[in-house]
């Protein structure tokens, strides 16, 4: 069986509140904020390993989208 990456996201969706999801597609995620957040500003993209760092591996703005599923 392939291994799934996913991914911990916190996003700035608006002046005074973020949100957390578990994601495993980034672009998918990104058009789900447009829906759901259309004021959204930026997400960051933490590894979500057994052995969590809690290093952030990525950053997307409302201009600067993810390109493809995975980082």
Do not use: C, H
Not at 51 to 57: A, K, M, S
């Amino acid at each position: 069986m392939p291994e799934i990456k996913k991914y911990k996201v916190i996003a700035k969706v608006s002046n005074d509140k973020f949100v957390k999801y578990s994601v495993n597609n980034l672009m998918l995620f990104a058009s789900f904020l447009d829906k759901k957040f259309p004021d959204w500003r930026y997400f960051n993209v933490f590894a979500w390993t057994k052995n969590d760092t809690g290093q952030r591996i990525a950053s997307f703005t409302k201009n600067s989208r993810p390109y493809s599923r995975f980082v």
